[in-house]
């Protein structure tokens, strides 16, 4: 207590151990919400989700690709079944997910929002007092004003000036005077904090973009033949993905039609020769109670309808098959979609026969635009377009397994239940047909016919057989919001890491005849360009004042 240097209230150190108070369960509640808010938690949970959302493109999702998922416990029958626990197969919506996804909106508005009342205070604050010791700071610069008459006059005019050319570069500006002394202060750079806040503003609005807007997101698939029709609802899709809020009710109506799908190939003797050039899908689109509209939806380039997008996924030949029975009753007619298996069109198809024979029959079908045998005898097709197209059907008879209301693909055939009556090991040759022609199916069953769809004045086979085109519709009323935060974020982050935050202050003392003018700024941040500021701060406002001033170089730090 006698020592002159301690403060009255020192204590030292004892024996006792200082006891910390209990925080109790209202200040565990604080911490946890200090811990939940800093800037630095919400930049771990941004990496965790990013982080989490790597499973959903490493495993197939069942909102976007059921059958992949049906595969995958196929061929991992031991595995899959964890990683379904684990919501591997629904990373989107699975629990996990959705808790770092809830803390990270949790936390970034704890972060913005009361930062965001402070900015707001600070802007509507003055600039800080202008210290009493600019010397004291490291960019610091003084000129010396030789003046007749009223120094003090001078003094105050001197400080005027630069409190206007202040003002001009945009600094918000308070005039501090004070007896024996004129000084202004200066600030600049909130738009680097109001960047900060816009930045992280931003992306909060990009999560709730995401999870409300993408409720009302679907996405659909369906395969149209030339000359086929679809109207927008949930029973004439292929495939369906919609989001939770979305319902047959909210799907906006309106029709459209394959009229024709043009694709061009390279000729043979060309560089490149057999590729697939251009390819166009021709639609036509119709809203209730307005005008058919023509259309055209290419790779790449969506067509816009009624707010959905319609995207051109894949193409191919759908043969015209017309199969009749013993008595010559047509039992089946239709334009069946046979997938592309290699760049010259070779396509594999099924067509399955329900009813109207005396079993259930399926076929598995190859098609060749351009048919070639190859030396093994083996046929295969060696130009897309159509210069020689054959179809070649393997027929089973039997039990297709679609009577006890299990879905089958429209694309497979399971013959485990049929017996093969044509083609392989059966005895009797595949059927091959060409467009035109009709065979007869084994067994007395009937005929097959393949049709011959080419326009009156078609050259050779061309548009013999129709095509088909794979679209996927998708409405994303998020997408617009996404990009527009996205873009928000994106100019807050410049501003935040470019516009640079500092305090400018000028102070004219007057002396005896003279008056010694003062420069002086500090950064808020890192600012390597501040030196450089006050110096050009100094030489524009010396070139405003009388000439018989100038820089003092013993005084400039």
Known sequence: MTDPLRPSDHADSTADEVTQPRLGVVGWLRWGWRQLTSMRTALVLLLLLAIAAVPGSLVPQRT?????????????????????????????????????????????????????????????SQPPRTPARLS????????????????????????????????????????YDSRGSFSVSAERGYLRETG????????????????????????????????????????????????RFVGGDTLTPYSMTLDKFDVTYVPPGQPGSGQAGNFVAHVTTQAPGGDAQDGEVRVNHPLDVQGDRVYLLGNGYAPTVTIH???????????????????????????????GLPQQLGLLGFFYPTMDVLDSGALTSTY?????????????????GIDDGTPRSVYTLDPSGMTQIAGGDSGN?????????????????????FENEAPAGAVGYEQSVKR??????????????????????????????????RRMWVKATPRDGV??????????????????????????????????????????D
């Not at 700024?521 to 600012?527: M, N, V």
Request: contains cysteine; proline residues 6%; negative net charge.
């Open 515 to 556: 008056v010694e003018i003062e420069y002086a700024g500090l950064a808020r941040g890192e600012d390597p360009t501040l030196a450089a500021a006050v110096d050009q701060l100094a030489d524009k406002h010396g070139a405003t004042l009388p000439t018989q001033s100038h820089p003092d170089p013993g005084k400039v």
């Open 136 to 175: 004291r700071l490291d960019d610091h610069r003084t000129r010396t004003l030789e003046v007749e008459g009223d120094a003090d006059a001078a003094a105050a005019a001197a400080v005027d000036s630069a409190a206007t050319q202040l003002r001009k570069s945009g600094y918000r500006v308070a005039r």
């Open 384 to 400: 897309g377009a159509l210069e020689y197209p054959t179809l070649t059907l393997r027929v089973y008879e039997g039990d297709l």
């Open 64 to 124: 976007a690709d059921p059958n992949g998922v049906t595969q995958y416990f196929t061929d991992n029958p031991d595995l899959a079944p964890v990683l379904d626990k684990l919501s591997l197969f629904d990373v989107y919506s699975s629990p996990w997910f959705s808790a770092i996804y809830l803390l990270l909106f949790i936390s970034l508005i704890g972060c913005v929002l009361p930062r965001t009342k402070h900015h707001w205070k600070a802007l509507r």
């Open 196 to 243: 900060n806040l816009l930045f992280h503003g931003a992306l909060v609005g990009v999560l709730i973009a995401v999870g409300v807007g993408g409720g009302f997101t679907y996405t659909g698939q369906r395969v149209l033949v030339e000359g086929q029709a679809f109207s927008n609802s949930l029973l004439d899709y292929s495939s369906f993905n919609p989001g």
């Open 429 to 449: 040759p595949a059927i091959q047909l060409m467009p035109g022609q009709t065979e007869d199916l084994p067994n007395g069953l009937g005929t097959i016919t």
């Open 468 to 501: 088909f085109a794979s679209l996927s519709i998708h409405r994303d009323l998020a997408g617009p919001w996404v990009l527009g935060f996205a873009l928000l974020a994106l100019f807050g982050l410049l501003a935040a890491l470019f516009v640079p935050r």
């Open 325 to 355: 029975n013993a008595q010559g009753e047509e039992v089946f007619h239709d334009s069946v979609a046979f997938l592309p298996q290699d760049a010259n069109m070779t396509s594999l198809g099924v067509i399955k026969v329900a009813d």
